[in-house]
């Protein structure tokens, strides 16, 4: 059974593990291995298993997330009072549908806005992130037309997403930040030294996106090659090489322990992050119900403060070989 999670000092309340809708529409698999009828499936079934935590964006597809999200809430009645709707603004979509750079200019904010409203056939967007900090627009800035959306009734709670801590600092300043969403997880630790002591100073949300290491911790994972050409893990550097078989090695502690629970290496990796603190709400993105429901039963899963302690020295940074993106990609995250 989910409890409810209260991120930020606003009122945010959700359910513990979230759905991350990304994997619907892009990144993951082949465009051939998606399906719409089993997409729209799987997100009724985690509305039937206490889910109300639903994170899309403009820019997955683009555009065709929201999409297909808004379908899969017309054929339920009354379910969109129950949901928290997040997505996200921040990038320039050029007109061939790639991304173009980044864009927070207030006007654009207000365009892609309206547009996700439209898209997702709602009159408000519960939380609504910054996708991407966008260094020729003060933060400031963005945050004062973002409060405006919110006193407008177009917006209920803010939120930032892969924001340094500096950044987050001067847009609380602004407007109270709900929730930061950036990656975290057993397989990556980047917030532990400086962002998450900022976030309980300020007393604002963590919501983790890529919480098993992109497939990685559920002990499914495959050399970069195996991927199909637009899978994101074939371009992964830590899906390559050498660096594949150090964190297979690391990952194992992963395993050991799932096999000794008689739960998946999956659940483990979730309970970790849930173990992590109340003010942390995972969003595991699958398309599939039989993964949905592995995910969400990991809710259920008790570690011990040793078998925390075992799983934290196992899959350290020094542990993890590899950056956790490329170059190119790097260079969007503000820290």
Do not use: C
């Not at 995972?282 to 039963?297: C, H, M, Q, S, V």
């Amino acid at each position: 059974m989910l409890t409810t999670r209260t991120l930020g000092t606003e009122g945010l309340a959700v359910s513990e593990l979230g759905l991350g809708l990304m994997g619907m529409s892009q990144a993951y698999g082949t465009a051939d291995e998606r399906d719409e009828r089993e997409s729209i499936a799987t997100i009724h079934r985690a509305i039937d298993l206490g889910v109300t935590f639903f994170d899309t964006a403009e820019v997955y597809g683009p555009y065709v997330n929201e999409e297909l999200f808004a379908r899969a809430l017309a054929e339920l009645d009354g379910a969109r009072d129950r949901l928290v709707i997040a997505t996200k603004f921040g990038f320039r979509i050029d007109e061939n549908g790639a991304i173009a750079g980044v864009n927070s200019q207030p006007a654009h904010i207000r365009q892609a806005v309206e547009g996700s409203l439209r898209r997702l056939r709602t009159d408000r967007i519960d939380l609504l992130y910054q996708h991407r900090v966008d260094p020729q627009v003060p933060i400031e800035d963005v945050m004062g037309t973002m409060a405006e959306l919110v006193r407008e009734g177009k917006v209920r709670f803010l939120g930032l997403s892969e924001a340094g801590e500096q950044t987050i600092r001067r847009a609380h300043a602004v407007h109270p930040i709900s929730a930061l969403q950036s990656e975290y997880s057993l397989w990556e630790r980047n917030l532990e030294e400086r962002i998450i002591p900022t976030l309980r100073e300020l007393h604002i949300g963590l919501v983790p996106f890529a919480p098993l290491g992109r497939g990685f911790l559920t002990g499914r994972a495959q050399r970069a090659e195996e991927y199909p050409e637009g899978d994101f893990r074939r371009g992964d550097p830590r899906y390559q090489g050498e660096n594949f078989d150090a964190n297979v090695r690391a990952a194992s502690v992963v395993r050991d322990m799932a096999a000794r629970k008689h739960v998946t290496p999956g659940q483990i990796a979730l309970a970790w992050l849930l173990h992590k603190g109340n003010d942390i709400a995972p969003i595991p993105g699958t398309k599939r119900r039989t993964y949905l429901e592995e995910n969400i039963a990991a809710a259920d899963v008790r570690l011990t403060h040793s078998e925390m302690s075992t799983l934290d020295a196992a899959l350290s940074p020094d542990k993890i070989a590899g950056p956790r993106y490329n170059e190119e990609r790097m260079s969007t995250v503000d820290r």
